[in-house]
Nanobody, 123 residues
């Protein structure tokens, strides 16, 4: 499956931004989907994941209560709504797809990756 993330940009602290990740492929609904981010000089870190049906989700502690992951299998798209953004949320955000049914926070367990989209939060 090919993934293409979009929606990044520059926003002030406290603001909101929505990311989208479109998948090319007829088996999108079979994948666990995740969002990761990587700030300069740091390792890629887990942000959120969602199960194939959308009924199960998981979030990093740092984004709980502020970010919401969702998916629309009819549109082959996964979303990340980010509210109350902080400067420390600044990073390149990546969407990823995993064959593993259970939600996973480990990057190596994701099989396909999008190209990344930059999110910059100014203070």
């Amino acid at each position: 499956v090919q993934l293409q993330a979009s929606g990044g940009g520059l926003v002030q602290a406290g603001g909101s931004l929505g990311l989208s990740c479109a998948a090319l492929g007829r088996t999108f609904s079979m994948y666990t989907m995740g969002w990761f981010r990587q700030a300069p000089g740091k390792e890629r870190e887990f942000v959120a994941a969602i199960g194939w049906s959308g009924g199960s989700t998981d979030y990093a502690d740092s984004v709980k209560g502020r970010f919401t992951i969702s998916r629309d299998n009819a549109k082959n798209t996964v979303y990340l709504q980010m509210n109350s953004l902080k400067p420390e949320d600044t990073a390149v955000y990546y969407c990823a797809a995993s064959h593993i049914v259970a939600l996973t926070t480990t990057p190596s367990r994701y099989n396909y990756w999008g190209q990344g989209t930059q999110v910059t939060v100014s203070s």
